[in-house]
């Protein structure tokens, strides 16, 4: 038997065997292995192997299920943190993936989403802004009125507001409080948020909160 043709199984094994360390973060890289294997052994010589490896793709299979893994295993994360868009965003790559039948159309139709999807930036642009939106809500809270301070603070928040609102057209008071992402970040307990939307309502003055 040619060396190549042992060496390549050797290779496949032992990354099926890396692989199998974690199987639950490699699972499709750990079925793609095991495809090539079946496939080595169906061939039985080098010039086989070649021509089957060729007439599937020239393993563009293992590409995708790296990358399957990579996204997949991040969605699941992100899913756990309950951050909707980087799930949303990560599950539209999967798809992209899977349907990917070259190389070339791989990298190409990923790179093309990388440069048009703003759903990640845009759910960490709005967790960036809350911290100081509610910073500037709770020195409104014990800022004299009528002083600097309190204008200051009212400038914060609009500017900061502006920018959630931008991120997330859907954000509301009610929002900040129930969605996980938004309230793991809030120090404050439910009888305190309480006391500062009440200064929210008053400040926010049309934003459709």
């Not at 199984?9 to 099926?16: A, D, E, I, V």
């Not at 199998?20 to 061939?43: F, H, Q, S, V």
């Not at 997949?72 to 909707?84: H, S, V």
């Not at 989403?113 to 500037?136: H, M, P, R, W």
């Amino acid at each position: 038997m040619d060396n190549s043709f042992e060496m390549q199984k050797r290779y496949f094994t032992s990354q099926l065997k890396q692989f199998g360390t974690k199987p639950e973060l490699n699972r499709a890289r750990i079925k793609d292995c095991e495809y090539y294997l079946e496939m080595l052994e169906e061939a039985g010589s080098p010039d086989e192997f070649k021509k089957r490896i060729q007439q599937t793709g020239n393993m563009v299979s293992t590409a995708k299920a790296e990358s399957f893994d990579r996204y997949g295993n991040r969605a699941f994360i992100y899913e756990q943190l309950e951050q909707e868009k980087k799930v949303e965003e990560d599950r539209r790559r999967l798809e992209i993936i899977e349907s990917a039948e070259t190389h070339i159309e791989l990298s190409e139709n990923l790179e093309k989403f990388e440069q048009q999807t703003d759903l990640g930036y845009n759910e960490n642009k709005a967790i960036n802004s809350l911290g100081s939106v509610i910073n500037a809500i709770f020195h409104l809270h014990t800022d004299a009125k009528g002083s600097n301070d309190e204008e200051r603070s009212l400038v914060k928040f609009h500017a900061y507001w502006k920018l959630m609102k931008e991120a997330d057209p859907n954000v509301s008071w009610e929002k900040i409080v129930s969605y996980k992402p938004y309230r793991d970040r809030l120090i404050f307990t439910d009888e305190q948020l309480t006391v500062l939307e009440k200064v929210f309502r008053e400040v926010c003055d049309g934003c459709h909160s």
